[in-house]
């Protein structure tokens, strides 16, 4: 016997430039041979410094978002 079930459609990615921090890390946001660390940018991500996304325990980021957000209010003070 054939039993034909149906088949689920799989949802689309409903926001497909969301990436992980190592997906921010390599995205080309940052100068190369310049990327933070992954310690650096979970620490931003902790004190809110840079915006992400959470679902369920899971963090990501959108790159134009984080992009905008670093050359707009993201200030680091100069060496002395």
Sequence with gaps: MNSASPTTPVPALQHPSLTDINGLR???????????????????????????HRVGHFVYYDLAEVSAHIRTRLLVPARK
């Design 26 to 52: 390599l995205g080309g946001i940052f100068p190369a041979g310049r990327e933070p660390s992954v310690r650096t940018l979970r620490e931003w991500t902790r004190t809110r410094r840079i915006p992400y």
